[in-house]
């Protein structure tokens, strides 16, 4: 599986913005992808998760309730839209499938996507 995210970008607090995951490979539909985020001089941490289904979704808990995961298997797309934006959401965001632990571990990454949120 080859990931590419895209849709990042400079925003104000507040604002929204939609990264996409674009995915190559007959079985991306079959597996779990998830988002992580790197801010300078911080580690990577994760974000959100989704099933290969859709049917399952788990955030992490600063971005509960502004931040939404989905996938559009047809597409091999996966799919964050981060709404009510802060400066603290800025990093550079990496999406990754297939994982051996949905919080940390993944067996593809792709390359990042930067956003940045001012304030």
């Known amino acids: 599986v080859q990931l590419q995210a895209c849709g990042g970008g400079l925003v104000q607090a507040g604002g929204s913005l939609r990264l996409s995951c674009a995915a190559s490979g007959r079985t991306f539909s079959s597996v779990a992808v998830g988002w992580f985020r790197q801010a300078p001089g911080k580690e990577r941490e994760f974000v959100a998760h989704i099933n290969w289904s859709g049917s399952t979704t788990r955030y992490a808990d600063s971005v509960k309730g502004r931040f939404t995961i989905s996938r559009d298997n047809a597409k091999n797309t996966v799919y964050l839209q981060m709404n009510r934006l802060k400066p603290a959401d800025t990093g550079v965001y990496y999406c990754?499938?297939?994982?051996?632990?949905?919080?940390?571990?993944?067996?593809?990454w792709g390359q990042g996507t930067q956003v940045t949120v001012s304030s």
């Open positions: 990754a499938a297939e994982p051996t632990d949905w919080a940390r571990a993944y067996k593809y």
